[in-house]
C-alpha cells in the first residue's frame, strides 16, 4: 500500500490542507510547530481508527481529542492510497470514537463504494 495524497478538511491547526506524497521514500519536514506530528496522527488516525481511548482525560494519549480543530470545526478528511495498483479514496469523519467514525472508502476506478464490515 502507498500513500499517494493526504485532503484534511479540518484536524488540529490544519484546515482546507492537501500533500501529495511522491513514489518512493517520502521526508515530511519544517520548524517546531509547522504541523508535522498533526498531520502523522491524521495518517495513524485515518488508517488505524483509534490511538489512545476517548475516555483518557490526557491529552498526549488521547489524539482524538488532542487534535480537535483549533476552529471548533468537526475533524475529518481523506486519504487516497494506492493498494495492488487501485487507487482508493477514504473519507472519515471523525467522531467521539473510532467505532462511531463515518468512513466511505471509494474505488477512484470505478467511483464504486466499498462496504466494510
Request: no cysteine; aromatic share 10%; net charge positive.
Amino acid at each position: 500500500m502507498k500513500i499517494k495524497r493526504v485532503e484534511i478538511a479540518s484536524f488540529g491547526k490544519f484546515k482546507n490542507f492537501s500533500m501529495d506524497f511522491d513514489g518512493g521514500f517520502n521526508i515530511i519536514f519544517g520548524k517546531n510547530e509547522d504541523g508535522k506530528s498533526t498531520i502523522m496522527a491524521f495518517i495513524l488516525l485515518m488508517l488505524y481508527g483509534n490511538a489512545g481511548k476517548s475516555s483518557q482525560k490526557d491529552l498526549t494519549q488521547n489524539l482524538r481529542k488532542k487534535y480537535s480543530p483549533w476552529n471548533g470545526g468537526r475533524k475529518a478528511g481523506d486519504i487516497e492510497i494506492e493498494h495492488k495498483g487501485r487507487l482508493y479514496r477514504i473519507h472519515k469523519e471523525f467522531r467521539s470514537t473510532s467505532k462511531t467514525d463515518l468512513v466511505t472508502i471509494t474505488d477512484m476506478e470505478t467511483g464504486e463504494k466499498i462496504n466494510l464490515p
